[in-house]
């Protein structure tokens, strides 16, 4: 695995957040679970990569690294909806292999740690897992990570258009919020510390985001600009309730400018 250098501005945040999982480890039995919750382009996989920086033994998991596959979610989107076909809401992850290896993670027992290959849109061969074993720290990252459901009445009014158009009766998001109420409940129960990186707003979200996709090699998975909008409006509607929910329920706070640097 590849792992870039973050820029300055990134690995100011990442210090920072490095040094709080460091204090918060010295009065807690270890492994100690931290959640780091943050939208797309945050700078999430540089923040963990700074905090197993740091020393002793860190095991990361992402979100990411518990999709469905592209076959089950065509399955999932024949039987459900058809917008769980693409990847990213809860309801396109494996909770049960997630939760299996943060139990075993926890108890110290050796166990693989998932990976996903996002070119072929499938797990990536176990034979590439990293083992951990009596990992000190577990950081367990993504873009929803320990949201909560929304009351029901919040669902009723679509955020974009593809909630308008294509989600009409809030079947999808119905389904979605259910999957927070539940597995992902259970999941997000074992962080015992969530930091939470904000956005100055979802606009700038859409703009990282695209900002990534020009710097990466074209490929066949190369996304266009627009591609990107439609992509992140499924993600749009709990980035904006993660925003005004999180926050005062965080143990830390880290509200991001436009440049990715730390506002406050």
Known sequence: MIVRSPDRRVRDAAALIAAAVEL???????PLVVGLCGPPGAGKSSIAAAIAAR?????TLSLDDLYFGATTRQQLAAAVHPLLKTRGPP???????GLTVLTKLVAGEPVAVPRFDKVADEAAPRTTWPVVERPDIIVLEGWCLGAIAQPAAALFLPVNDLERVHDADGAWRRFVNDQLAGP??????????????????????????????????????????????AFLAHYERLIRWIDAEMPPRADLVIDLASDRSVAE
């Open 55 to 59: 020393g002793g033994t860190v095991a």
């Open 24 to 30: 918060w480890s010295l009065d807690h039995a270890a």
């Open 91 to 97: 309801g396109t992850h494996d909770v049960v292999l």
């Open 184 to 229: 992902y409940r259970a999941l997000f129960a074992t962080i015992a510390r969530l930091i939470v990186l904000r956005p100055p707003d979802f606009a700038t979200v859409v703009g990282w985001r695209q900002d990534a996709e020009r710097r990466r090699p074209r490929g066949p998975a190369t996304m266009t600009p627009a591609g990107i909008v």
